[in-house]
């Protein structure tokens, strides 16, 4: 009965392959989110989706691209894998934004580019 | 540009005093600001949110002050406990649907 959850948690690839980060809620939640912590531990958000539509896209590269078949469901396919890309990425999922409402995060993923 | 600042280093307190974290905002206003607690290997969990309009909040052993002259919030965990020890994040909202979090600060209660 987990709120927000995501897989894999972890995940080891080498540079330049393209890999996807699944993520789905069961709250009822019409906002997915995808943030990126990296080693110094700052949490960055990098997309939106309210209702299946892109609200938020954080100057991302644009090897990173999320899909959100569903309210309920938002992944995260990265092509062409940097060693820069290695970090935390959480899914979180809230009701509107910009009202106050709490985020609900995932347990997050690791990747790790060698 | 915003900027969201904690305490990078570690506080380290002692077991049933009151643990005092701070979060200083710049160049912008925001309407409210939330904590959150993060454990290690964990994703952040919503603690309190503050409107512009509260000077105060509080829940339990923890309370939250904003101090929108200041530009700052006080976080606070009166007779902390081990069980305390995490990373609190203070995030306040842009104004863009969106929160900005801080780099959080790490709370270290020995018994």
């Known amino acids: 009965d987990t709120a927000v959850s995501q897989t894999p948690k972890y995940l080891v690839t080498q540079m330049g392959n393209d890999k996807s980060i699944k993520c789905e809620q069961n709250?009822?939640?019409?906002?997915m989110y995808w943030y990126k912590q990296d080693s110094k531990k700052f949490l960055k958000i990098m997309f939106s989706y309210n209702n299946k539509e892109l609200i938020i896209n954080e100057t991302v590269p644009n090897r990173f691209s999320p899909k959100s078949p569903d309210k309920a469901h938002l992944n995260l396919h990265i092509n062409s894998l940097e060693l820069g890309d290695s970090a935390v990425y959480f899914c979180a999922s809230s009701q509107s934004p910009g009202q106050g409402n709490t985020i609900y995060f995932g347990e997050g993923s690791w990747l790790t580019v060698v | 540009s915003q900027k969201i600042e904690q305490n990078s280093e570690a506080l380290n307190i002692q077991e049933g005093k009151t643990a005092t974290l701070t979060c200083n905002y710049t160049?912008?206003?925001?309407?409210?600001l939330q904590w959150y607690r993060q454990d290690p290997g964990r994703g952040p969990v919503f603690l309190l949110l503050i409107r512009e309009n509260e000077k105060e909040k509080r829940k339990e052993r923890l309370k939250v002050t904003f101090d929108t002259t200041l530009k700052q919030s006080l976080f606070h965990i009166t007779a902390s406990q081990p069980a305390d020890s995490a990373t609190y994040l203070c995030a306040p909202n842009t104004g863009f649907q969106k929160l900005v979090f801080g780099t959080g600060t790490r709370l270290l209660v020995s018994p």
């Open positions: 709250l009822g939640h019409d906002t």
């Open positions: 160049n912008y206003s925001p309407a409210y």
